[in-house]
């Protein structure tokens, strides 16, 4: 958008972009990542959670601006929420949980977790492929789906999301 906004007929009167400026900075964003994927590489996004309410319910989402969030609610395979508990033994613990739920947004196309899909974080010093290990799950359990049932699986989170969205506004 930074780019965008050096050409003069990209801004408007406030100096914010144009309707017309943030549906390519949109195409620009989406072809940006795509290339990434045709060249192999695990894209990664890393965010902080919004808060938002809806009655008396606190709902976390990623916090991404405008149009990207739902891009990248479309073609990620996996998206957790990285929250704390307290263990049994009073310690606290970090947990990814890869399923959705009335109070966070997640995805989990590569089943991790399992039937919970809470992934307990360890050590990082002690496991540093951690992510990558997690990645590497994600993408044996989706290579071993036909095309059939990767449309189905990413068709049935697109509509779990967008009711999610719904019963939010």
């Known amino acids: ?26 195409q620009t964003f989406k072809q ?16 902080h959670a919004s808060e938002d309410q809806n009655g008396d319910q606190i709902i976390y989402r990623p916090d991404l601006g405008g149009k990207n969030r739902n891009e990248l609610y479309r073609i990620a395979d996996v998206m957790g929420y990285l929250t704390t508990v307290t ?16 109070t966070h ?3 989990n196309s ?6 919970t899909g809470e992934v307990w974080v360890p050590d990082l010093k002690a496991h540093p492929t951690f ?17 059939a049932q990767l449309a189905a699986a990413k068709a049935q989170e697109e509509l779990e999301n967008w009711k999610q969205s719904c019963e939010e506004a």
């Open 131 to 147: 992510l990558a290990d997690l990645i590497t799950q994600a993408k044996d359990h989706i290579n071993t789906l036909t095309p």
């Open 1 to 26: 958008k930074t780019l965008l906004l050096l050409t003069a007929n990209n801004r408007q009167k406030d100096g914010s972009l144009k309707l017309k400026a943030q549906g390519l900075a949109n």
């Open 32 to 47: 940006y990542i795509n290339t990434l994927i045709s060249l192999g590489k695990d894209v990664v996004f890393i965010a």
């Open 105 to 107: 947004h997640a995805k």
């Open 87 to 102: 263990t049994g033994e009073g310690k606290n613990a970090r947990v990814i949980n890869f399923k959705p739920s009335p």
């Open 110 to 115: 590569g089943a991790l977790g399992g039937e």
